[in-house]
């Protein structure tokens, strides 16, 4: 399985950012797909998930209403829309394969992309 991130950058606050998630080596249309964040000391955490069909999707509070995630079965990508960036949104994003998304859970996955760096200036 190969997971890749792209997008990530250098952003003022207020600034738009769309992360994108290119996999291969597994069958897209059958797996939840999600993205997480982890800032220098700081434990990583889930910030959206979505369901294998896009029916579901569930976000952290702190970035509900900002980001929206979404996927692209036929490309076998995972998009991640940020907007009205915050500096406490600073963080190594990463796409992440295969983990529960449902009743709000963001789950743990199953492999990892090697993370995108978004860094958002005051």
């Known amino acids: 399985v190969q997971v890749v991130e792209s997008g990530g950058g250098l952003v003022q606050a207020g600034g738009s950012l769309r992360l994108s998630c290119s996999t291969s080596?597994?069958?897209?249309?059958?797996?939840?797909m999600g993205w997480f964040r982890q800032a220098p000391g700081k434990e990583r955490e889930g910030v959206s998930c979505v369901n294998w069909s896009g029916a579901i999707t569930n976000y952290r509070d702190s970035v509900k209403g900002r980001f929206t995630i979404s996927r692209d079965n036929a490309k076998n990508t995972l998009y991640l829309q940020m907007n009205s960036l915050k500096p406490e949104d600073t963080a190594m994003y990463y796409c992440?394969?295969?983990?529960?998304?449902?009743?709000?859970?963001?789950?743990?996955?199953?492999?990892w992309g090697q993370g995108t760096q978004v860094t958002v200036s005051s």
């Open positions: 992440a394969v295969g983990g529960a998304c449902y009743d709000g859970r963001i789950g743990v996955p199953g492999y």
């Open positions: 080596g597994l069958t897209f249309d059958d797996v939840n």
